[in-house]
């Protein structure tokens, strides 16, 4: 059976460690790490993401500020909400999880992640979302989507001003799995997950070679899809792309769901923005 990765007691481990660094930044510098998340439309996946933001910002001292715009917002109207972002200095991270369309991915092998981002959400067709992202300043790029970001991501000897939230909680080094010689393949190529994963592997040493799930691999469920279920008072229960009965009895690790991607996701993007007020501060 599968070692179950326990998300909320590693971010748990995490948020005690952020909620010590705002504490000591408050007291020594006067400053309050800020997070920014901005979302275009609505969806129920992507509301509970944002609870679960909310809710961390409170309990490690952040501040939280949520930005809710209608899906028929111009692209003008949102590339000036993320400029006036840009610009408030009491905001350090600026998080777009929300805005992104992104593609069903899987990565199989020794080291495997199974994902549909719990926050993303469809841009409208009329805006283009590489502008949008391209727009949020590096500096409060707390999801780690810019185009200088990612580059400096994929070059040797080059380390980005922030990593993208999912792949970065790696469950597996916290969990005793070794990374380092294992065979991996990614299946999927969003800037979200399937990128950003396949790029650190390789900074992991792993090899990346394609397989299907065997005996002993770890398995990373970042799937999030709501169900209906009338025995719930919201009507509905969240579920990862995982068959967790039939793969727990295969795999040597196994994240749940929920419980398992979300909980790290939104700790790691409390990290980042406290990375972010970090660097503004001149010794």
């Known amino acids: 059976m599968a070692q179950i990765i326990d998300g909320k007691a590693i971010a748990g481990d995490i948020r005690r460690e952020v909620a010590a660094e705002v504490a000591a930044l408050s007291s020594a510098h006067n400053v309050v790490p800020g997070l920014a998340v901005v979302i275009v439309g609505s969806r129920k996946d992507s509301q509970t993401y944002v609870n679960m933001k909310r809710k961390a910002c409170a309990e490690v001292g952040i501040c939280s500020v949520d930005v809710d715009l209608p899906e028929d917002i111009s692209e003008l109207a949102l590339v000036a909400e993320v400029h006036r972002l840009n610009a408030d200095p009491a905001v350090h991270g600026t998080a777009s999880h929300a805005l992104l369309l992104l593609f069903p991915e899987v ?46 991501l994929a070059m040797k000897g080059r380390e980005p001003l922030f990593i993208p939230c999912t792949p970065k909680y790696w469950f597996l080094s916290w969990s005793g799995v070794t990374v380092k010689g294992k065979r991996a393949v990614v299946v999927g190529r969003s ?69 398992g991607d979300g909980p790290m996701t939104v700790a790691m993007l409390l990290k980042n923005t406290v990375d972010g007020a970090k660097r503004g501060i001149v010794e």
């Not at 899809?225 to 690790?253: H, I």
Request: proline residues 7%; glycine residues 10%; charged residues 25%.
């Open 191 to 259: 800037n979200i997950v399937g990128l950003p994963v396949s790029l650190l592997l390789l900074k992991a040493d792993a090899t990346i070679k394609g397989d299907w799930i065997k005996p002993g691999a770890a398995v990373i469920d970042v799937g999030m899809n709501s169900v209906d279920d009338p025995t719930r008072k919201s009507g509905y229960r969240l579920v990862g792309d995982v068959d967790f009965t039939d793969v727990s009895k295969v795999a040597g690790y196994l994240t749940p769901v929920p419980g």
């Open 107 to 152: 990565l199989f092998g020794q080291v495997q992640v199974l994902n549909r981002h719990p926050c993303a959400a469809s841009l409208p067709k009329h805006i283009n979302e590489e502008k949008i992202l391209s727009e949020i300043s590096i500096e409060k790029d707390v999801d780690g989507f810019h185009p200088l970001n990612i580059g400096k």
